[in-house]
């Protein structure tokens, strides 16, 4: 195995463990952490960078380390943990046998089910949403998503072989949810930052051509220069709002 697939290897592992620990309340045991990098032949000091990554993102390793709710939160996400965890404290699993029976008639399509299966999940929500802490999205949006598709998951379990299959089911879906809002900002971001890029260089070539000319520049003499296509102009003008003072907007 060369380097690149060594590293690509290794993320693979690092990504697994995190959604084993999503669907095991943060916490993951030391066989899985073992057998996730079993043949890497990892160093200590490799081993515990593991384990350094791992308690960064809160989760921990039963019998080693507790995830600490309040590693790595920013204010807001911290004062919003607070008030959220209080506010589903009173919610608590049922007996396992009574557990199983709203899980099986939740996946038969009982409405009242599926209700209760989904309050009942509202805590896992909260834990999923530590492990995507600090990636651009505040804690309230991530689980404002996963909730959104805990709702819509408990209607979709008629193919699950069982109950046991069921909270990994819906921690997964939860987990896919925040991942595609975290993808969504990167991508909202990165757009944001590119109408910026455009409208900067609009305004910096009608600058430059005012100078030269010796007055405001119109959109056809700006287009007539080259360089810059109508869409970029255009865009750059309604990011600005009007406000490129170079530009002359009465023609």
Do not use: C, W
């Not at 008639?105 to 009242?112: I, K, P, T, V």
């Amino acid at each position: 195995m060369n380097e690149m697939d060594r590293q690509a290897a290794f993320t693979r592992m690092l990504e697994a463990l995190v959604r084993a620990a999503g669907k095991n309340h943060n916490m993951i045991t030391n066989d899985q952490l073992q057998k996730a990098f079993e043949g890497m032949d990892l160093s200590d000091d490799q081993l515990q960078t593991v384990k350094d990554y791992l308690s960064a993102a809160s989760i921990g390793i039963e019998g080693e380390t507790n995830p600490d709710p309040d590693n790595n939160m920013n204010e807001e996400d911290h004062d919003y943990f607070a008030d959220y965890r209080e506010m589903i404290a009173a919610i608590e699993l049922p007996e396992d046998g009574v557990f199983d029976a709203i899980k099986i008639n939740a996946m038969a399509g009982d409405g009242q089910a599926q209700q209760d299966l989904a309050t009942y999940m509202l805590p896992k929500v909260l834990d999923i949403s530590r492990l995507y802490l600090n990636q651009g999205v505040y804690m309230e949006d991530l689980v404002g998503a996963g909730n959104e598709e805990l709702m819509r998951s408990v209607r979709m379990m008629a193919p699950l072989e069982g109950p046991q299959d069921v909270e990994g089911f819906l921690a997964e879906r939860v987990m896919n949810a925040m991942e595609e809002l975290i993808e969504a900002n990167i991508h909202s971001k990165a757009a944001d930052a590119d109408a910026v890029g455009v409208a900067n260089k609009v305004k910096a070539k009608a600058d430059a051509l005012a100078d030269t000319l010796g007055h405001k520049v119109t959109i056809e003499e700006l287009l007539s220069a080259g360089e810059l296509t109508e869409d970029e102009i255009m865009d750059a003008i309604r990011l600005t709002g009007n406000k490129i003072e170079t530009i002359d907007y009465r023609q």
